[in-house]
Antibody
């Protein structure tokens, strides 16, 4: 079955960067785009961007351009999201979610909590 | 970006009741709408796509309807395992956007 296993919780200092991972299994990694989503209590769910694992092509929400960088490692079927210049406003749970052929998110990782605090 | 306005924000219902959740888009999204269920401490799970298509494995008491800018999720015969927060999401625009969520509790 399709599984997306995300990396663990992170406690990081303001101004630093963090790289989250999302390891896919149960399907052909390059066959489906991968979304990244931010969830906070205040702002709800926000779409960050999407990557095509086959080509490495990316599309970002303008709000997260310069904040998030999406990459993949095809050899390990893993998607990554690096968040830079972190501030407390970046504290959230971040999800990876597979896009199916119909453009919906049909499988989600378990989420990774990022806390930005000095 | 397309704004998704979901109502109500919270809802209390009894076991066996029928529940309706609404989602209003700021522009026509041509039925490119999905509904997700999120239980506490868990990730969202896809329930409905294309406004009214049931995802594999989802109980038939869940149904979706709507078109244009107005959509709804209906839960028939509410079960205890349906306690969760429900989100709508539009994917008509490349910037996917979500509703604010409806927290469903048992009365």
């Amino acid at each position: 079955q399709v599984q997306l296993q995300q990396s663990g919780a992170e406690l990081v200092k303001p101004g630093t960067s963090v790289k989250l991972s999302c390891k896919a299994s149960g399907y052909t990694f390059t066959s489906n785009h991968m979304n990244w989503i931010k969830q906070t209590t205040g702002q709800g769910l926000e779409w960050i961007g999407i990557i095509n694992p086959g080509s490495g092509g990316t599309t970002y929400n303008v709000k997260f351009k310069g904040k998030a960088t999406l990459t993949v490692d095809k050899s390990s079927s893993t998607a990554f999201m690096q968040l830079s210049s972190l501030t407390p406003e970046d504290s959230a749970v971040y999800y990876c979610a597979r896009r199916d052929g119909g453009y919906v998110m049909d499988a989600w990782g378990q989420g990774a909590s990022v806390t930005v605090s000095s | 970006d397309i704004r998704m306005t979901q109502s109500p924000a919270s809802l209390s219902a009894s076991l066996g009741e029928t529940v309706n959740i609404e989602c209003l888009a700021s522009e026509d999204i041509y039925s490119d709408l999905a509904w997700y269920q999120q239980k506490p401490g868990k990730s969202p799970q896809l329930l409905i796509y294309n406004a009214n298509s049931l995802q594999n494995g989802v109980p038939s008491r869940f149904s979706g309807s709507g078109s244009g800018t107005q959509y709804s999720l209906k839960i028939n015969s509410l079960q205890s395992e349906d306690v969760a927060t429900y989100f709508c999401q539009q994917y008509n625009n490349y910037v996917n956007t979500f509703g604010g969520g409806t927290k469903l509790e048992l009365k």
